[in-house]
């Protein structure tokens, strides 16, 4: 598995809680990130605050890296955009939208969010929407900054916006 700076990685968890978000998201991830090196990930993860950490492929099932095809100097300002929210809480408010989202068949955008607080998927979506990716495709304004989309609506607008498909991938570990 090759992960460079500025790439985007889904994965699926091996713990409770990753079953948990699976099951209200109805898809195969539970979380992402945006690749800051090699080894390395800036994320929202849902017991700490957003952070720099080493990547372990060994606590997930399922990894999918997503090459956006970014010049290295739009690389460079992904990974400035995201370490510009390094210590910013998880919205675990968020995360219970999605399950009476899904017990309620609500639609509609997120009154629960807190802008000071983030999920994984909004994370990456808006470096990306803060570095313009997004811009040409007039995707940001059909998501209001991505509050409303979960880990596995994100990894579908990411291989739209990366021109992949999302069947078997290369860059797809199952461990």
Known sequence: MRMRRGDVVF?????????????????????CAIVASHDEVIEADYNTRVALR??????????????????????????ESAMGHIGKRY????????????VF???????????????????????????GVLDDLEIRERFFR???????????LVCYVAKCKPSKNPDEIKI
Not at 15 to 28: A, C, L, N
Not at 94 to 100: A, D, E, F, R
Not at 146 to 156: K, Q
């Open 11 to 31: 994965v699926q968890g091996k713990g409770i809680i990753s079953q948990i978000i699976r099951y209200f998201d109805e898809g195969k991830f539970s979380h």
């Open 54 to 79: 080493r990547f372990r492929e060994d606590k997930y099932n399922i990894i999918e890296v997503i090459d956006l095809g970014l010049t290295w100097d739009q690389r460079s300002s992904v990974y």
């Open 91 to 102: 919205d675990y408010v968020q995360l219970l939208w999605y399950m009476i989202r899904k």
């Open 105 to 131: 068949r609500f639609e509609g955008h997120n009154r629960l969010n807190n802008p000071k607080h983030m999920i994984c998927s909004e994370l990456v979506f808006i470096v990306l929407d803060e570095i």
């Open 146 to 156: 991505g509050i409303d989309l979960t880990p596995n609506e994100l990894y579908d």
